[in-house]
């Protein structure tokens, strides 16, 4: 009879689980529009930075600029129906994807940072897009790199500003893991 008890315990603490919970806040329509003003942030923070402090993008930043917008596109995806189970997978899809793209971007500016030589800098001034979209030409103040690989002497709290997107792309995949697995979760844990 006790064990019962607790097994019951167990199963019924399961159904009331930080998951369910996480779930239950991708079911609202707010949740998405919170991660869309995260990233347009992101992204009014990138121009602040060229066009207030006058720090030209190498071509690295302009590629993260792209998964930032890829990043604020994907929850205007799932915020048209929360609930709809297509666009909550294509939203994801658009999520991871941005996410990943941004983060190989980073960390590829950190290893530029590291040997930094403004004779020998691998940076081009017209970058190559996803799909050999001209984003450069299509919308130049937001995508035409002016700047040097390499070249940053901005600092916060130790980190330079190609190691905050790495925490940055980091945090959003792993909200995405986490999105993830707390719908997989109640698929299969829904309450009664």
Known sequence: MAAEQNSNS?????????????????????TWLIMFATALFLELCALGFQYILHMDP???????????????FAPLVIAVSPTNPLL??????L???????????AI??????????????????????PFDLPLYEWWPSMFMPTGICGADDWTFLTLNMAEWMVVIFSI???????CIISSIYSTFFKKP
């Open 172 to 178: 959003y995949l792993l909200a995405a893991a986490t």
């Open 88 to 93: 909550r997978i294509t939203g994801y899809g």
């Open 10 to 30: 167990l199963f019924q603490h399961l159904k009331e689980s930080p998951l369910q919970t996480i779930h239950g806040w991708q079911n609202l329509r707010v």
């Open 58 to 72: 190498c071509e690295r930043c302009v590629y993260q600029r792209l998964a930032v917008l890829i990043l604020m």
């Open 108 to 129: 590829a500016q950190t290893a530029d940072y590291a040997e930094f030589n403004p004779f020998t800098s691998s940076c081009s001034f017209r970058p190559i897009f």
């Open 95 to 105: 999520w991871i994807a941005g996410a990943l793209y941004g983060l190989k971007e």
